[in-house]
């Protein structure tokens, strides 16, 4: 890729980073105070905010879906399709932090190559793992794919890397053990089970044997070096920050998508 594309695509995901952080605050100051004046101003700067960053990567066709996916966020319905006229602030700004959370994943997906026209709003929720072989793996991942979003909008990062580091890990060595790759792909070197080998030589090796793609590598240096937290005390003493946090929580929809690729 382009390293001035890269370098654009990175400053808009920082950039949505930042918003979805301010999401994250208003969030909560509406829900404790859903008239709390400072916090309305402040939600509609965000919003305008939110539109401009919109505008700018839907290239300012309110056709596109992540356009679409903005608007639609301002309109709660009914089960049976009515629009809500009364929606409580706090709801909508969650709703908000949803399209941005897409608008992440997409971008993360143009940096690792692939296409980012489709919109994710039209495959499963990225929390569904029944691409999953090991049917016994599946529901241990649907608990723990919430529980690291808990522990992310808590401010608990190094427990919410943990367990998205944690769920990449198992659902690609899930990936490697139904190909019953034991040896590299490159020059056939052995490298004994699987389960022994370490984090990045798991992903390293999915990724020479065509079952990731290389948006792996934008994993942060503390994220590969997960296992070494093997208790609360050390996440704490990590610092792991929310940029942390959150680029393994997008690396982790990259590699879903490309072992699922019609999700």
Known sequence: MDESLRAQIDSNLSHLDSLIRRGRRLREALATDPVDKSALVANRAWQQDIGVAINQLSGGSKAHWLARAFSEAFLMRTTSGQV?????????????????????????????????????????PPHRFDFVRNPD???????????????????????????????????????????????????????GKITDWPFETRLAVAESAGLISSGWARLPDIARKYRD???????????VSEHDARRAMQVLHVVMRDLDPGR
Do not use: H, W
């Not at 937290?229 to 610092?239: H, M, R």
């Open 84 to 124: 809500i006229e009364a929606v409580a602030p706090a709801e909508i700004v969650e709703r908000l932090v949803g399209v941005l959370d897409q608008a992440v994943i997409s971008l993360s997906r143009m940096a690792d190559g692939q296409s980012a026209s489709g919109s994710p709003q039209a495959a499963p």
């Open 137 to 191: 793996l599946r529901p241990i991942l649907e608990q723990a794919y919430p529980d690291g979003r808990r522990a992310l909008e808590q401010g608990n990062f190094g427990l919410a890397l943990v367990a998205y580091c944690g769920i990449l890990e198992t659902i690609v060595t899930d990936a490697l053990e139904n190909r019953n790759l034991t040896k590299l792909p490159v020059d056939g070197s052995s490298l």
């Open 229 to 239: 937290f093997t208790d609360a005390e050390q996440i704490l003493k990590a610092q």
